[in-house]
């Protein structure tokens, strides 16, 4: 019990002053004590939880109160498990702790540091998004790999019984790389790299509790984006295979694991998931989280339309579309922003029945002009990315729908690196524009500008921001302050801010049976 006490102490004791533990320190504090906690009787390791917290409860907040209440109560028996508390209970418990302190940690840090050029941190509403986090596994190769694996160029599919085998080859080849990755989190840690301060972006997606990802956890917290801890019990992180092919681009397939199980309760039954969601300034779901928790998305849809919040959607992949186009069609009613490339427009059109012949420019239309709920806003701009070709947005107005064209910077091939994460680049950029009101020419430029530098690095690594590209100025502005779009700004040697070097050379984890929330 002398063992307990002591990882107890520590650990609460940093607790109660947030400002001024390590936050690595604390997490290994918890993880330890969570191991532990399994080793003995849970209301032993609990009596101490509650007693040391409840001791200092005049410094702790009203949540981490209300949770040491949950703790006592559990142990005192009130629920009738006198000498049996319920373990399930406790871990949430135990998790629900990590999760404030986490909330917290970006608070103190946002107040105290402010963002990484040493401005003062501008509070805002946080960018919202919520897809399926996955850990890239990038691998160069030729078009006869992808034949072997019956894929397709420039293409994203889902892992079949027939291409699981892929993963474990590729866990086999010294030149493949682990990066931070899935088409979501890879939006936000660009909007985060640009918004800069700390907290300017909240990520909700699930993770199994293995190596992939702590290492996952670890990289969005590096890169100032907040990332609430939901496991999945009994599944792997999930994974994508990034393959590389002639002319750069790219196919995927997507090894969803944990990251494609989320359940509609946690949002009623998770207080702090609950409460993430509420506060958001603005909402972007991708198509690959609503095939994954359509009645999830349909909540979250009624949260963002009753806070008058703006909510943003992507069309994510032509088996999406194909899979999901009559839930898009749900939802766009209530959506300002829908982002899709040529095929996912095309592939919708086909799913719903629209017989528009292909043309993009009746399908956007028909977007655009589509019905306004009750009460929203009655802003909508239909975003189609063309690769190297022009950007078009058609945007609804009083007399119709308006369509404009934005050329696309020209990027030479030869300086062209892996164009794996040039969409998911541009509706980051375009949503930290969006997010400080900027203007849709203004979105898409910063958009077109973020992809054009993505894509002449290995994968979606974020690279060190030039000093001036993006600025705060007064409460509620981000000023471009760059003459023009000029990739040559940004330093080429320097290493990005997330250690990659420690997503490298992991072939094998050991899963293990981790708490779900």
């Known amino acids: 019990k002398l063992q307990f006490l002591y990882f107890i102490v520590r650990y609460y004791n940093r607790c109660t002053d947030i400002k001024m533990w390590c936050d690595e320190e604390a997490t290994a504090i918890l993880e330890e004590l969570r191991k532990k906690m399994w080793e003995k009787k849970p209301n032993d390791i609990l009596g101490f939880v509650a007693q040391w917290t409840c001791a200092k409860a005049g410094r702790c907040g009203e949540e981490v109160q209300n949770l040491n209440k949950r703790a006592t109560n559990e142990i005192n028996n009130k629920a009738g498990h006198a000498n049996n508390p319920r373990e399930a209970e406790l871990c949430d418990i135990i998790s629900q702790y990590q999760n404030v302190l986490a909330r917290q940690t970006i608070a103190a840090t946002r107040e105290t540091n402010g963002d990484h050029n040493g401005h003062t941190a501008v509070k805002h509403e946080p960018l919202l998004g919520m897809c399926n986090p996955l850990l890239d596994m990038v691998m160069s190769t030729q078009d006869s790999y992808l034949e072997k694996w019956g894929l397709k160029s420039d293409n994203a599919v889902l892992a079949t019984d027939e291409t699981l085998p892929l993963f474990q080859e590729m866990a086999r080849d010294k030149t493949v790389e682990y990066i931070p990755g899935g088409s979501g989190l890879n939006t936000l840690r660009v909007a985060q790299w640009l918004l800069s301060a700390p907290g300017s972006t909240m990520f909700i997606g699930t993770t199994g509790e293995d190596e992939f990802g702590n290492i996952l956890h670890e990289a969005t917290a590096t890169e100032g ?21 002639s002319g750069n681009n790219r196919s995927l397939v997507a090894n969803l694991g944990a990251s494609g199980v989320f359940k509609p309760e946690w949002l009623a039954n998770n207080c702090y998931l ?96 589509a019905p306004v709920a009750k009460g929203a806003s009655g802003v909508r701009h239909v975003i189609m990315t063309q690769g190297a070709d022009d950007v078009l947005v058609a945007s609804r107005a009083e007399n119709g729908v308006e369509v404009h064209s934005f050329p696309t910077p020209h990027v030479p091939s030869s300086e062209v690196v892996d164009t794996n994460g040039a969409g998911d680049a541009f509706v980051g950029g375009f949503l930290a524009k969006y997010s400080r009101q900027g203007s849709i020419g203004e979105c898409v430029k910063i958009g077109q500008w973020a992809a054009s530098i993505i894509i002449c690095r290995p994968g979606c690594t974020i690279p060190p921001l030039p000093p001036g590209c993006l600025v705060t100025t007064g409460s509620t502005q981000l000023a471009d302050t760059r003459p023009a779009i000029s990739r040559n700004t940004i330093p080429k040697q320097k290493s990005p801010p997330t250690s990659t070097h420690k997503l490298k050379r992991i072939r094998s984890v050991k899963h293990q049976n981790p708490t779900e929330m």
């Open 225 to 245: 984006v907040g990332m609430l801890r939901l496991h999945v019990e009994n599944a792997p992180t999930g994974t994508c295979a990034v393959l590389i092919n």
């Open 274 to 369: 609950n409460k993430e969601i509420n506060g958001a300034g603005l909402y972007y779901i991708t198509g690959f989280f609503l095939r994954t928790s359509p009645e999830t998305v349909r909540r979250v849809v009624e949260i963002a339309h009753s806070r008058k919040k703006p909510l943003c959607v992507n069309l994510s992949a032509p088996f999406v579309c194909a899979a999901v186009g009559q839930l898009f069609d749900e939802l766009f009613p209530h959506v300002e922003i829908i982002f899709g490339n040529t095929s996912e427009y095309k592939a919708l059109e086909e799913a719903l029945g629209w017989k528009l012949n292909g043309d993009t420019g009746a399908i956007l239309n028909r977007i655009a002009s």
